[in-house]
């Protein structure tokens, strides 16, 4: 049981969604002539992987962007590392490397190339430069932002800072650098826990996520001090959501992130981070599942496992949606939106980074 758990908030603190007008289209146009032909058939092997979740007819309007994306890789020695919630065609057929923001962030340090792209939104951009500060980082749509890293400034972390002083600040990696830079040591949903015991104090500021924070605190003994950030995408999800879906799909095993709100966390099966649900499914095999994160993970661990009923209530992030192959495309094709730090920042933010991958 936890020791306890405060919550701090700033008015107004939470970063605005794009407005649903200023959302990214996708223009379907058919191919035409040789080259569409040739870019299908170089592409055509990789359907295999996403048949399950893209009816054929979506594909010819993936293809020559797939097709196009792994020339451009080899021609710029670029690899290409996408978030559990990017969609198939980008996650099954484009990607290198994928996963959550942990193993984002571990395995950007081991990438061979000259060039990442991040399939992302910006603060996994941002990490992955902190990481491999001589390589060249881009990020497809500088606008993928993310409204739990906006929900906090540098000046809330000192302010913080200021009224528990005795209390390290571990910050999740959904923050700016700004914000890292301010703080001890970094986490992730899926090493929170473990972080903040590692540190071997009484009590410890955890921001920005008070959904996390509170999901935390009730498996340690440590006080936490929480901030009043959330996940737009996450908060949305209810218990009554939670007891509906069990209704309507008997026997549904539900797995939720801890991002949710606690009521959520407690009317499931299973909590876990975006990599700890996937490995639930490849373990248990479950007939019939739901997973209360994002829209597109659903879609990628079915790729994995076609025996296993998904059962999908929505949520996008709209964040992340501004992520498609055309982009990724233009940004290797003209070598764009490229991510910079200033290098005083980023040595402290790489420390706070650095200090959470040393926690085993
Ligand atoms: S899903 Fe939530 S935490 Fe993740 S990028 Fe979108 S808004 Fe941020």
């Known amino acids: 049981m936890s020791a306890s758990l405060q919550i701090e908030s700033r008015p107004a603190a939470f970063g605005a969604a794009p407005p649903a007008g200023d959302m990214p289209l996708r223009v379907i146009a058919p191919g035409r002539g040789s080259d569409a032909a040739e870019a299908l058939a170089r592409a055509e092997p990789l359907y295999a992987r996403v048949k399950h979740v893209i009816p054929p007819i979506e594909w010819p309007v993936f293809a020559p962007d797939v097709a196009a994306i792994l020339r451009l890789k080899r021609a710029r020695d670029a690899v290409i590392l996408a978030h559990n919630y990017q969609t198939p065609e980008i996650f099954h057929c484009v990607a290198d490397i994928t996963g959550d923001s942990l193993a984002l962030a571990r395995e950007a340090m081991t990438v061979d190339a000259k060039v990442i792209v991040l399939a992302g939104v910006h603060f996994m951009a941002e990490t992955a430069k902190l990481l491999n500060p001589e390589k060249t980082v881009l990020i497809p749509d500088l606008r993928a932002g993310c409204s739990l890293a906006e929900s906090i400034t540098p000046e809330d972390v000192r302010l913080m ?21 301010e703080s001890d040591i970094c986490c992730t949903s899926a090493n929170a826990k473990k972080v903040i015991e ?7 500021i955890m921001l920005p996520d008070e959904y996390l924070a509170q999901n935390v605190a009730k498996q340690t003994k440590v006080e936490v001090i929480a901030w009043a950030g959330h996940c737009e995408v996450h908060q949305r999800f209810s218990g009554a959501e939670v007891r ?10 539900v797995l939720a992130h801890p991002e949710c709100p606690p009521e959520v966390l407690a009317e499931a099966d299973f909590a876990g981070s975006t990599a700890d649900m996937a490995a639930y499914v490849g373990r248990e095999h479950p007939r019939r599942v739901v997973l209360m994160t994002e829209c597109s993970m659903a879609d990628n661990v079915a790729v994995a496992h076609p025996s296993v009923e998904f059962v999908r209530p929505c949520n996008l992030c709209p964040h992340m949606k501004r992520i498609t192959l055309p982009n990724i495309r233009a940004a290797l094709e003209g070598m764009c939106h490229e991510v910079t730090i200033d290098p005083a920042l980023a040595d ?10 040393a926690v085993r």
């Open 161 to 181: 800072r200021a009224r528990y002083p005795d209390a390290p600040v571990v910050a999740y990696v959904n923050t700016s650098v700004a914000v890292k830079a």
């Open 198 to 204: 590692s540190l071997g104090v009484r009590r410890v």
């Open 244 to 253: 509906s879906l069990r209704e309507s799909h008997p026997g549904v095993i």
């Open 348 to 357: 402290r933010a790489r420390r706070a980074v650095e200090r959470m991958l």
